[in-house]
Protein backbone atom coordinates (compact mmCIF):
# COMPACT_ATOMS: atom_id res chain seq x y z
CA UNK A 1 0.00 0.00 0.00
CA UNK A 2 3.01 2.12 0.37
CA UNK A 3 6.87 2.57 0.19
CA UNK A 4 9.59 5.07 0.19
CA UNK A 5 12.92 5.17 -1.05
CA UNK A 6 16.09 5.87 1.20
CA UNK A 7 20.00 6.21 -0.11
CA UNK A 8 22.56 5.48 2.37
CA UNK A 9 26.01 6.47 1.83
CA UNK A 10 28.83 6.55 4.41
CA UNK A 11 27.16 7.93 7.58
CA UNK A 12 23.90 9.38 6.35
CA UNK A 13 20.53 8.19 4.97
CA UNK A 14 19.11 10.26 2.82
CA UNK A 15 15.12 9.76 1.97
CA UNK A 16 13.90 10.99 -1.54
CA UNK A 17 10.74 9.21 -2.80
CA UNK A 18 7.42 7.38 -0.98
CA UNK A 19 4.01 6.64 -2.99
CA UNK A 20 0.78 5.38 -1.71
CA UNK A 21 -1.70 3.50 -3.03
CA UNK A 22 -4.24 4.62 -0.19
CA UNK A 23 -4.38 7.54 2.19
CA UNK A 24 -4.24 6.91 5.79
CA UNK A 25 -3.80 9.35 8.36
CA UNK A 26 0.13 10.13 9.51
CA UNK A 27 1.23 7.02 6.86
CA UNK A 28 3.58 10.00 5.07
CA UNK A 29 5.59 10.69 8.50
CA UNK A 30 5.95 6.99 9.51
CA UNK A 31 6.94 5.83 6.21
CA UNK A 32 9.19 8.53 5.34
CA UNK A 33 10.63 10.25 8.79
CA UNK A 34 9.74 7.66 11.76
CA UNK A 35 10.60 4.44 10.34
CA UNK A 36 14.02 5.78 8.81
CA UNK A 37 15.07 7.72 12.24
CA UNK A 38 14.95 4.27 13.92
CA UNK A 39 16.84 2.51 11.22
CA UNK A 40 19.64 5.59 11.68
CA UNK A 41 19.42 4.74 15.48
CA UNK A 42 20.00 0.89 14.90
CA UNK A 43 22.74 1.36 12.58
CA UNK A 44 24.92 3.82 14.25
CA UNK A 45 24.24 6.43 11.26
CA UNK A 46 25.27 10.23 12.51
CA UNK A 47 22.72 11.52 9.58
CA UNK A 48 19.27 11.66 8.21
CA UNK A 49 18.83 13.82 5.49
CA UNK A 50 15.02 13.70 4.55
CA UNK A 51 14.89 15.15 1.42
CA UNK A 52 13.80 18.86 0.05
CA UNK A 53 10.61 20.68 0.09
CA UNK A 54 7.90 20.41 2.87
CA UNK A 55 7.30 22.77 5.92
CA UNK A 56 5.37 20.08 7.60
CA UNK A 57 9.31 18.91 8.19
CA UNK A 58 9.45 21.49 10.87
CA UNK A 59 7.18 20.49 13.12
CA UNK A 60 9.25 16.69 13.35
CA UNK A 61 12.58 18.49 14.20
CA UNK A 62 14.13 19.32 10.91
CA UNK A 63 15.47 22.71 9.96
CA UNK A 64 15.29 24.05 6.23
CA UNK A 65 18.40 24.38 4.31
CA UNK A 66 19.20 25.13 0.64
CA UNK A 67 19.55 22.45 -1.38
CA UNK A 68 21.28 21.87 -4.83
CA UNK A 69 20.80 19.87 -8.16
CA UNK A 70 23.15 19.99 -11.01
CA UNK A 71 21.56 20.04 -14.99
CA UNK A 72 23.58 20.26 -18.27
CA UNK A 73 21.52 22.71 -20.51
CA UNK A 74 22.34 22.39 -24.78
CA UNK A 75 20.05 25.22 -25.80
CA UNK A 76 21.98 28.44 -25.13
CA UNK A 77 18.66 30.63 -24.94
CA UNK A 78 17.22 27.80 -22.91
CA UNK A 79 20.25 27.54 -20.60
CA UNK A 80 19.85 31.65 -20.20
CA UNK A 81 16.54 31.73 -19.25
CA UNK A 82 16.82 28.72 -16.55
CA UNK A 83 20.15 30.71 -15.14
CA UNK A 84 18.13 34.22 -14.76
CA UNK A 85 15.15 32.30 -13.44
CA UNK A 86 17.43 30.31 -10.37
CA UNK A 87 19.14 33.78 -9.74
CA UNK A 88 16.30 35.21 -8.72
CA UNK A 89 14.38 31.91 -7.08
CA UNK A 90 17.51 31.67 -4.92
CA UNK A 91 16.69 35.35 -2.99
CA UNK A 92 13.40 33.69 -2.50
CA UNK A 93 14.13 30.36 -1.43
CA UNK A 94 16.71 32.33 0.84
CA UNK A 95 14.36 34.78 2.24
CA UNK A 96 11.68 31.60 3.34
CA UNK A 97 14.21 29.85 5.27
CA UNK A 98 14.93 32.70 7.28
CA UNK A 99 11.44 33.20 8.00
CA UNK A 100 10.86 29.11 8.61
CA UNK A 101 13.79 28.69 11.01
CA UNK A 102 12.32 31.34 12.70
CA UNK A 103 10.10 28.49 14.10
CA UNK A 104 12.52 25.57 14.07
CA UNK A 105 12.28 23.29 16.77
CA UNK A 106 16.36 23.98 18.22
CA UNK A 107 17.15 27.00 19.95
CA UNK A 108 19.88 28.34 18.11
CA UNK A 109 22.98 28.82 20.23
CA UNK A 110 26.28 32.35 20.41
CA UNK A 111 29.21 31.34 18.98
Not at 54 to 61: A, C, L, N
Not at 77 to 105: C, N, W
Amino acid sequence: MAGALFLRGGDTLFGRYWGCSEQFANLHFEMCYYQAIDYCIANQLQRFESGAQGEHKISRGFSPKRTWSAHWIKDASFHKAVHDFLIRERQVVDRYIGLLTQHAPYKRMSP
